[in-house]
C-alpha cells in the first residue's frame, strides 16, 4: 500500500540552488495538494490540482512553481531557493468532495543555507 | 478571509483524564476535518464533519461540529499515552475546490 509517496525525504541546499520535488500516488486521485510546514503553524497550501494539467495557487505560491502532466504525479520545483523555503513540505491527495479527507505523503524535509 | 483558531496550543495531562480541544473558524462553512501527526510523522485523518450538529467517534476520540456557533470539538475520554500528537482541524469553504485552511495545531502530551 504505497498510497503517496514523496522523494526525496531529506534534502539541503545552498541560496540560489534550484530543486524539484516530486509526489506520486497510486489512489487514482483526482486532487493533489503541496503545502508546507513551518514551527507552531498549521499547513499552508502553495499550489493545488483539480486534475492532470491543472494548476492552481494556493495560500502562498510565490517562489515556487508546479506541474501535474500525469495524472499520478505532481511536482513542486524551487527556481531559486531561499532561506525562508527552509520548511517541511507535505504532498496530500484526495477524490475530491466534501466526504473525502486528504492522504499524506511522509514529508520532504528542506533546509536552504 | 478564512481563519481557523485553535486552542489550546499546547496541552498536558495525565492519563484518564478528560478534555477538549476547541477549534474556531471565521466564516460560514459545513466541512470541518481532523487530522492527527505523530512527531516527524505524516498527517492522519480522524474524522470528517459535514453538517451542523455532526459527531464523530472513534475509540476515546470525539468530535463535533455547530456551524452556528463556528466551532467544533475534539474531546479525549479517560486518555491514554498512545494519544499523544499534534491535532490539527482544517475547514474549506463551498467553492474552494477543497482547498483547506489548517489551525495552528494542538500539542497534546499524556504523562503515564
Given at each position: 500500500n504505497a498510497g503517496v509517496t514523496q522523494t526525496p525525504k531529506f534534502r539541503v541546499l545552498k541560496t540560489g540552488q534550484s530543486m524539484t520535488l516530486l509526489c506520486a500516488?497510486?489512489?487514482?486521485?483526482?486532487?493533489?495538494?503541496?503545502?508546507?510546514q513551518d514551527?507552531?503553524?498549521?499547513?499552508?497550501?502553495?499550489?493545488?490540482?483539480?486534475?492532470?494539467?491543472?494548476?492552481?495557487?494556493?495560500?502562498?505560491?510565490d517562489g515556487y512553481n508546479v506541474s501535474r502532466l500525469k495524472k499520478q504525479n505532481f511536482l513542486l520545483g524551487l527556481e531559486s531557493a531561499a532561506p525562508s523555503q527552509t520548511?517541511?513540505?507535505f504532498c496530500a491527495s484526495s477524490y475530491g468532495g466534501p466526504n473525502q479527507?486528504?492522504?499524506?505523503?511522509?514529508?520532504t524535509r528542506l533546509s536552504i543555507l | 478571509e478564512l481563519?481557523?483558531?485553535?486552542?489550546p496550543l499546547f496541552l498536558s495531562m495525565q492519563e484518564g483524564k478528560n478534555y477538549t480541544i476547541y477549534c474556531n473558524y471565521s466564516t460560514t462553512s459545513d466541512r470541518l476535518y481532523w487530522y492527527r501527526q505523530d512527531p516527524g510523522?505524516?498527517?492522519?485523518?480522524?474524522?470528517?464533519?459535514?453538517?451542523?450538529?455532526?459527531v464523530k467517534q472513534e475509540g476515546r476520540?470525539?468530535?463535533?461540529?455547530?456551524?452556528?456557533?463556528?466551532?467544533?470539538?475534539l474531546h479525549i475520554t479517560a486518555a491514554v499515552h498512545d494519544l499523544s500528537a499534534t491535532y490539527f482541524c482544517a475547514v474549506d469553504e463551498e467553492g474552494s475546490n477543497y482547498q483547506l485552511i489548517w489551525g495552528a495545531g494542538t500539542k497534546l502530551i499524556i504523562k503515564p
Open positions: 500516488q497510486d489512489m487514482n486521485h483526482e486532487y493533489m495538494y503541496w503545502y508546507r514551527p507552531g503553524m498549521g499547513l499552508r497550501l502553495i499550489h493545488y490540482s483539480v486534475g492532470e494539467g491543472t494548476t492552481a495557487k494556493g495560500e502562498v505560491p520548511s517541511v513540505y479527507p486528504q492522504h499524506f505523503g511522509d514529508g | 481563519k481557523v483558531e485553535q486552542n510523522k505524516s498527517l492522519e485523518s480522524l474524522f470528517v464533519l459535514l453538517s451542523n450538529g455532526a476520540l470525539m468530535a463535533s461540529l455547530d456551524t452556528k456557533a463556528r466551532l467544533s470539538t
